[in-house]
């Protein structure tokens, strides 16, 4: 069946299953990589994205779920040529190490401080459960609160 889909701000029609993961839409009919595959099962946030300004892990939503919103992914959250605030973040306190979970997080985390700009340790606790492999948590904690108090 054929899908129109809204990714960061341009359309695209793609020809898959209706219950083809929003995941593999994205990177194999799309070619954005960069939105990553973990678990496949809704458990690590790599896969996230925003759908409608919300995180969403894309490996469990079937992509007819996904018409008519409006999707970002880490290869939109830049805009006008400059990095989002919390990449910029991400860099300055190198809070990567090998990456592959940080896409994800990323998405996760400006979800969060755009519907709660000032998030507490327990409101990150709740709303950032990405894994990340390589132990960056503590990173990702300081500069959330950075964040909070730029
Ligand atoms: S790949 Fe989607 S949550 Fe892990
Ligand atoms: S930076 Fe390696 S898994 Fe998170």
Redesign the pocket.
């Known amino acids: 069946m054929s899908f129109t889909l809204n990714i960061n701000g341009r359309k695209h029609t793609v020809d898959v299953e209706p219950d083809t993961p929003l ?1 593999w839409v994205l990177r194999d009919e799309i070619g954005l990589k960069g939105t990553k ?11 996230t994205v925003h759908i409608d300004g919300e995180a969403t ?4 939503l079937p992509v007819e779920a996904a018409v008519d919103t409006e999707i970002t992914t880490i290869e939109g959250l830049a805009g006008n040529g400059e990095l989002h605030r919390v990449q910029e973040a991400w860099i300055r306190n190198q809070v990567p190490q090998c990456g592959y979970c940080q896409s994800g997080m990323i998405m996760a985390v400006s979800a969060l401080l755009e519907q709660n700009p000032r998030p507490t340790d327990a409101e990150i606790d709740e709303a950032i459960t990405n894994v990340c492999r390589c132990g960056t948590y503590q990173r990702v904690r300081d500069s959330i609160h950075e964040l909070s108090n730029a």
């Open positions: 995941l595959f973990g678990c496949g099962i809704a458990a690590c946030g790599a896969c892990r894309t490996c469990v």
